[in-house]
């Protein structure tokens, strides 16, 4: 056998392996999107079945009707969007500040901001309750804004910027300040246009932070059916007796992991270029 074909092969028997190896993955996913088809009353079956005996397409349209679905689905969407754009905003800026600025105790701050990740939200939120309710935000949307922005999401940003920022040859930005460029010119006109990667990456994690936030959408609006985002919004879907719904629970988390999956599969190349270049140097 040719060694070209001996590579080939081992190609497919690993296409193979790993193919199999998802399987177990994939069948949440699978029962989840069958279950959404099913009538409630067959989600229990005995014996249990993948397959739905009966289809009941029915559930789509039920959770509209039920709760504010349609609302809820467009608040988290542009609740997500605004969160990547404040978060890569401070986060670049602060992300190349502590790689390339000097000022006294540079090397301090990225240790405290990460020692704070070192927190669980569950004791961060009285404190931030505490704020907000003094700036008269509870009940809003607003706290949503900003405490991704200038929390978790936005500490794991400026790593991740910073980490770029100081693999990047120091020859671009000195070219630059050769042309008469001042600091914040270099980082806008050099540095920020070359960090496409690493902002895909930081846009993809606070989208997926943002997305998939139960606690904080809970507590700052207050459980407003008209201001809660998805994962809020999921436990909307019971019965008279507060029994959930799983089959109208099943199809409305069906519809949430769309957008999701569709930014993920669109920029999985640029999130792990990103990650790669990030952690080149420290």
Excluded: C
């Amino acid at each position: 056998m040719k060694a070209t074909d001996r590579v080939r092969l081992r190609f497919v028997v690993l296409g193979i392996l790993l193919s199999v190896g998802t399987l177990p993955l994939l069948l949440p996913l699978a029962w989840m999107v069958s279950t959404s088809v099913k009538p409630e009353f067959d989600v229990f079956g005995y014996p249990p079945s993948l397959v739905p005996t009966r289809l009941r397409i029915e559930n789509y349209v039920d959770i509209f009707g039920q709760a504010p679905f349609a609302r809820q689905y467009v608040s988290s969407l542009y609740i997500g969007v605004a969160n990547v754009i404040a978060t890569a905003v401070i986060a670049s800026m602060a992300g190349y500040a502590l790689a390339r600025l000097r000022f006294p105790g540079r090397f301090l701050v990225l240790p405290l901001l990460l020692s704070a990740l070192l927190l669980p939200n569950e004791i961060l939120i009285v404190p931030q309750y505490a704020l907000m309710s003094s700036l008269g935000l509870i009940g809003t949307q607003i706290p949503l804004f900003l405490e991704p922005a200038f929390g978790a999401p936005g500490i794991v940003g400026t790593f991740l910027m910073r980490q770029f920022f100081v693999s990047l040859p120091r020859d671009l930005e000195d070219a630059g300040r050769v042309d008469g460029l001042s600091a914040f010119g270099v980082f806008t006109r050099i540095a920020l246009p070359l960090a496409g990667p690493a902002l895909s990456t930081l846009a993809i994690l606070t989208f997926l932070s943002s997305w998939n936030a139960y606690l904080e959408p809970l507590v700052f609006t207050s459980g407003r059916p008209a201001l809660i985002t998805l994962p809020v919004a999921l436990n909307e879907f019971t019965n008279f007796d507060g029994t959930p719904q799983y089959a109208l629970q099943m199809a409305a988390t069906t519809l949430s992991i769309l957008p999701v999956a569709i930014v993920f599969l669109l920029a999985q190349r640029h999130i792990v270029q990103g990650i790669a270049r990030s952690g080149l140097k420290g």
